[in-house]
């Protein structure tokens, strides 16, 4: 501090006298003295008189010298008291003068400072605001992609459920396959199968056109054996009828006995080429019941229902129902010759029939259940 007064005492030193001249000094308890060149001369004057001439002022009475030196004394020291204080305050003055202008230095650097900080903090308050605007953006596109990420996740799922529906067709597709690879191993046997039935079926057209002939020519046949017996039967009419007119005739010329036993011999001629009597001469006989006995038997062209043969031709079997049978039949009918027309009888003939009726029957069920096997196998094999 006293380094300070003293630096302040030489600076006091070396300011212009206008800078340097102190105030008017103080005195104690009073007001500001002037000093000698500011004071009144007359008043000066008037004092040294005794008293001062003032108009219209009460004179006051002259002081002694010893307390105008004295309070002059007192003034003085107050004065150099007051100018001591001047040099301090003065000093201190310029102390905080420089004080204030270090700290206005300071101030401006500090200001400087500031402003650099203020700009650095700019920067960074732009920096961390282009940052902030950054971390938004991708805050945004983080929530973009987080909608998307919802529905990918959505897609996934769904792709998961078509690749189990896709998996469970493979699967399907898988056991089809192995079940149409089975199956396909098994195809020759089963055209081996189909080439059988093939040959089957062409086998049985086969027997079916050779019945059909058969049946066409024991049709033909029959027909003619149809014809020959109702030939037969009108002869043996006509010679029933010829038997009881002989019979009529002898028992009218029974009287003449030799001419009887001639007749009679006559008749009875037992010529080898003749064959004798086939037809012996029976007393009580009727020939009414004898020639309804004949046509019962074997019935006529014109009288439908009186015998079994014309029952057999209206049976109306169809020509492609003959089976085999009928004719390996053929062959066992007893006393049917074909190229005479004569011999046998009426029940080993309706025995034929009945028996070629029935094996015709038999002969068209199996061919019409053998006919749906195989029309069913080419429809599955064309499916």
Same mark, same amino acid.
């Given at each position: ?7 302040? @005492? ?10 340097? @001249? ?18 009144? *001369? ?21 002081? *002694? *010298? ?34 204030? @202008? ?216 169809? *020509? ?64």
């Amino acid at each position: 501090m006293s380094g300070r007064n003293l630096q302040a @005492s030489r600076d006091m030193k070396a300011l212009p006298p206008s800078l340097h @001249s102190p105030p008017p000094p103080f005195g104690r308890g009073m007001g500001p003295i002037a000093p000698s060149h500011y004071q009144h *001369p007359p008043f000066i004057d008037g004092m040294r008189d005794g008293l001062p001439r003032l108009a219209g002022v009460r004179v006051l009475r002259p002081l *002694p *010298p010893p307390m105008i030196e004295e309070r002059i004394a007192s003034q003085h020291h107050e004065i150099q008291g007051l100018l001591l204080d001047n040099q301090r305050l003065a000093a201190t003055h310029v102390a905080l003068k420089q004080e204030v @202008s270090a700290a206005q230095h300071e101030l401006t650097r500090f200001s400087h400072a500031a402003g650099a900080l203020q700009a650095e903090n700019d920067i960074e308050l732009r920096k961390a605001y282009d940052k902030l605007m950054k971390m938004e953006a991708e805050l945004r596109e983080v929530e973009a992609m987080k909608a998307e990420l919802i529905q990918v996740r959505g897609d996934v799922q769904k792709l998961n459920a078509v690749r189990q529906d896709l998996t469970a067709q493979v699967q399907m597709m898988t056991q089809d396959l192995a079940r149409a690879s089975a199956e396909l191993q098994q195809a020759p046997a089963m055209k081996a199968e189909i080439e059988a039935l093939k040959q089957e079926v062409q086998r049985a057209r086969a027997a079916i056109e050779f019945e059909k002939k058969g049946y066409a020519e024991n049709y033909e046949q029959g027909q003619v054996i149809e014809k020959n017996l109702i030939l037969m039967a009108r002869e043996v009419e006509m010679l029933r009828a010829e038997v009881a007119n002989s019979e009529k005739r002898g028992r009218a010329a029974a009287p003449a006995g030799n001419r009887a036993a001639a007749y009679g011999g006559n008749y009875g001629n037992p010529d080898p080429s003749y064959g004798g009597n086939a037809y012996p001469s029976g007393y009580g006989i009727n020939p009414g019941s004898g020639a309804a006995e004949v046509a019962s038997q074997y019935g006529t062209a014109s009288g439908p229902g009186h015998g079994p043969w014309v029952s057999v031709h209206k049976m109306h079997i169809h *020509p492609f129902d003959i089976p085999r049978e009928v004719v390996e039949m053929e062959s066992s009918v007893p006393g049917v010759d074909a190229a005479s027309g004569s011999g046998g009888t009426s029940s080993s003939t309706l025995s034929f029939v009945l028996k070629a009726k029935t094996a015709l029957h038999s002969a068209a069920v199996r061919a019409e259940k053998v006919l749906t096997d195989i029309k069913a196998d080419l429809k599955s094999e064309r499916v």
